[in-house]
């Protein structure tokens, strides 16, 4: 039986309250849970991965562009791998500075978004909404762990950065991108939130709650929901063209998503995205969790299922599921499971056989040992 911690429910009472630092992904006490365990499993191997990958190396050379310009599947790729891994190693070096202590972390991360900050103006080309909103997603979880450890960040630089996040990053992923397939808004979507917390702005801040809220149920189907999923925001699909919206797909069950007959990899691309918008509002005391439990716990299991190799029926995708998943169920596991002790079985063999250590993936990064086994808030 699930338990349901008291959270405050409504964003514009939420909207009140003082924002908690650092708060983007990770909170301080799941922060000092995690340097308690570094020589204990699962979070021995994930750090121990960390440390010998490109993203830790204090070598690592951000080359920061003016204007990023990224087609689909990232061609012509001018900026956009480098710009992704820049944000990804921020967030290491910051994750290690507050591991280890070790200044020189803290001063590689800061070199980092300092660089970045104080070149790019903006994205272009197709991927330009998708490519803002990973990299909008990571660059604050970097920034938050920084600007709120006594890291030595220059006043003038956090203002650059500041500047950079408002700036570039706002104005694409505030827009959303609802009639296209739903991981680029939900990634959108939680950049947002990052963006929001980072620049304590509230009114942000509740835009991207109201943006998960209407997205969410356009993504994961429950019965309940009718015959047919709810339509996405915006009316940019209409209703009769919602089956090949949904990928040709005309039988729904619960937890099925939007992009299931896709690709397994898009999709669990958007659940992560939901999900870390969710845990991102939990430490500032929002339980969005709560309003997208059915969803979310029903599509975590229903996908899991699949991905531990169960036969895929004639009705779901015509019997073929492609792809793989990305490193994104320790976090709504951890919630779930570990918070409010929801029982996820399919979940769990799929994070101990298929996920562990986790590693990075474009908006993923060090999942296992951030958010493994780890209750813990503020």
Known sequence: MAFWPILICLPMAFAAEPFKHPGVLVSKSQLDFVKSKLSQEPWKSEHDKMMKSKFASLSFEAKPWKVVECG?????????????????????????????????????????????SGVITGHNNSNAPVQSAWTGAMWPRAGEIIKHTNAGWDEHKVKLFEDMLRNVYLPTVSKGHSYFNGNWELSMIEAVGAIAVFLDDHNVFNHAVSMWQKRLPAYIYLKSDGDHPVLPPGGHVPENQIIEFWHNQTTFVDGLAQETCRDLGHTTMGLSAAINMAETAWHQGLDLYKEGHDRLVKTMEFHANYILGATVPEWLCQGKLGGNT?????????????????????????????????????FQAWETLTHAENPNNY
Not at 79 to 89: D, F, L, P, V, Y
Not at 95 to 116: F, P, Q, R, S, V
Not at 338 to 358: A, F, G, W
């Open 326 to 362: 990305v490193p994104m169920w320790e976090i709504g596991y951890n919630h779930y499971h570990n918070r409010v002790k929801e029982n996820m079985p399919k979940s769990e063999e799929v994070i101990t056989k298929k996920v562990r250590p986790s590693g990075t993936a474009i």
């Open 72 to 116: 689909y599947y990232s061609k012509p790729d001018n900026g956009c791998t480098n710009e992704t891994e820049s944000a990804i190693s921020a967030y290491t070096h910051a994750l290690i500075w507050y591991y280890t202590g070790d200044k020189a972390h803290a001063n590689k991360a800061i070199e980092i978004m300092d660089k970045w």
